[in-house]
């Protein structure tokens, strides 16, 4: 496992694109830090972001979380565009010339997807960390570690969506086109929801339907933090609107989410396995 591993982290730090799109991932998961530097004064009104309670304890772990999968957009296209190099290199034909089965070709391409994934999870576990510890006015040990829940959604979250990357580059060779029916399928989604409560099925039933669909369960895995905030109960009890939504994660969730990774990365084996290279 350690040498395919070694073999794609090879191919991906020689690809120049690639090299800079994985740096920039980086720096900006680490840019949540400049949060905490947000601050402005009108008058008497004095607002610093980082004391409306973003990074206390164990809530850092939920918005975080959350933020962070926002950029995993820089990764999906490292993650097409390696695929789309492997077929226009012909680096694909090579390698299995020189004795790289086709199981052995798809697990290198699994273990780089879980790679990323593990790397960005260890990353934002410790920026949060780090920022929890500096900001955060709760630091007892119990708190600290608690709703750790939303980091491992987090991973689970990348996985999959990455997997599903892994599957387009496979399915449509081109990293452009690729990327294209992944913001098609998020549309096909939609549609499917939308005609399913329209025509077929109470609205209730249609949206129990849209969160087994793939983009929509990972979304699901982790819910926006924003209302969690005081500051937005606040001011949702001033106008008599009242938040009770769940934001837990589920383990049902979890488990849609690796159906749907386990589903994408036997497909591209079987696509893999079919196709005439």
């Known amino acids: 496992m350690i040498r395919l591993l070694q073999i794609e982290f090879i191919k991906l730090w020689n690809n120049r694109a690639s090299k800079i799109l994985i740096i920039s991932y980086f720096v900006l998961l680490t840019s949540i830090a400049l949060i905490a530097a947000i601050k402005f004064d009108i008058g008497p009104v004095k607002f610093h972001l980082a004391e409306q309670g973003i990074f206390n304890f164990p809530y ?7 933020v962070a999968a ?11 565009s390696m695929m789309a190099n492997e077929y226009s290199n012909k680096t694909i034909k090579q390698n299995l010339i020189d004795g790289l089965s086709k199981k052995e070709f798809i697990l290198s391409k699994f ?54 990357c892994l599957f387009l580059g496979i399915f449509v060779k081109r990293s452009a086109f690729a990327l294209g029916f992944l913001i098609l399928w998020l549309i096909v989604e939609q549609l499917i929801f939308g005609l399913l409560g329209w025509k077929v ?13 793939p983009l929509e369960s990972m979304s699901n895995l982790i819910e926006e933090p924003f209302t969690r905030l005081g500051a937005v109960k606040t001011v949702a009890d001033q106008i008599g609107e009242k938040l ?34």
């Open 60 to 66: 850092i772990w939920h918005f975080n979380s959350f």
């Open 70 to 80: 926002l950029f995993k957009l820089f990764l999906a296209i490292v993650i097409v």
């Open 111 to 164: 273990l780089t997807v879980i790679s990323f994934a593990l790397i960005s999870t260890v990353f934002v576990f410790v920026v949060s960390l780090v920022l929890g510890l500096a900001y955060s006015d709760y630091n007892e040990v119990s708190i600290i570690f608690s709703d750790l829940e939303f980091i491992l959604a987090f991973f689970v979250k990348l996985v999959g969506f990455f997997s599903f």
């Open 201 to 213: 099925m109470s609205w209730e039933n249609a949206g129990r339907v849209k969160d087994l669909l």
């Open 244 to 277: 009770s939504l769940d934001y837990h994660v589920h383990w049902y969730e979890v488990l849609v989410v690796l159906a749907w990774t386990a589903l994408f990365i036997y497909l591209s084996y079987a696509l893999l396995r079919k196709r005439d290279l």
